[in-house]
């Protein structure tokens, strides 16, 4: 595998996602914003943070498998949340938990980053997910 994930012991411990990952490899695998929309475009989960969440990640899911990769390729994750607040954490992270296992998506998770936004793409959208990949 050319993905090694960290969490070196001098940064916080306990996060859903590594700190560090170090990739080799020749092949850079990058995935556009996905969001929680069917291939139809009909939206998925309107109104429910955790669904969209999960329904972002299976798309991102289905890019990197697209592009020969998966969740175990990743080095890092971007994660886009309209309205951010703290207290939307349990929610977000059900998303994540409703599909980890389905998706192959590694517990902790790569590194990521939660960005909370104004808006995104349209006004139903409440997530958009990002990925890189090294094969």
Do not use: C
């Amino acid at each position: 595998m050319p993905v090694r994930l960290s969490s070196p012991s001098g940064l916080m411990q306990h996060t859903p996602y590594h700190h560090v990952s170090v990739a080799t490899g020749t092949k850079h695998v990058h995935v556009s914003g996905q969001i929680a929309r069917a291939a139809d475009g009909s939206a998925i989960a309107t109104g429910d943070l955790a669904g969209q969440v999960a329904a972002a990640l299976g798309n991102t899911h289905a890019g990197l498998v697209e592009a020969g990769a998966g969740f175990p390729d990743v080095v890092r994750l971007t994660f886009y949340v309209t309205g951010w607040t703290p207290d939307k954490i349990g929610a977000f992270m059900a998303g994540v938990e409703a599909v980890a296992e389905e998706l192959g998506l590694p517990a902790p998770m790569p590194p990521a980053s939660l960005i909370g936004v104004e808006y995104l793409f349209e006004p139903d959208v409440l997530v958009e997910v990002e990925a890189t990949a090294i094969l």
